[in-house]
């Protein structure tokens, strides 16, 4: 699993054998079954997540309790309610198991650790924020501009795999869509 987070970081910055045991050595394992919350809203986030394993969707409830799934996290990805980790306030989110998962978790002394004690763990962290800056501008935009439809041809032709592993319930709710609508897009 170890192996997993190393191959990733090696997609953007070269790690020594050594850099990778310091890397390693602020990490922890945590295995978790489906339904199982790693956040719940209203409680302090302690960890960013890295997913070797499973489907995590990441949740807001808003003041009428109405559930907006934010995003789904899958193999390879980093997860969390980042904005709670970065302010060590409480989460205003929710972070739920969709499949039996298994995550590498950083504390954020252990973040500032790795990014002041080997420069290039702050160049790959930059890199991974950068993008998913970059995922979520496009999301507002293709929120703001496109239709429905477009929306689920944009999320099927990105990430096909999560039409099999999740329910069509929660891909409706993700593109902000009635359950009926998705069937009429998929048709």
Known sequence: MKADLKEHIQKI???????FAFVNSHFSTKKFKKHQFLIQEGDPVKYSYFVISGLLKLVYTD????QHIVSF???DWWESDFYAFYTQTNATMSLECLEDTEVLCCTLDDYKKLCS????????FLEKAT???????RRIISWLTSNSKERYEHLLQQYPSLFQRVPKSLIASYLGVSRETLSRLSS
Do not use: C, V, W, Y
């Open 13 to 19: 910055i070269p790690l020594t054998d050594e850099e």
């Open 63 to 66: 003041s009428s309790a109405k």
């Open 73 to 75: 996290a899958m193999e």
């Open 117 to 124: 004690g080997l420069q290039k763990m702050e160049r790959f």
């Open 131 to 137: 993008f998913g800056f970059l995922g979520s501008q």
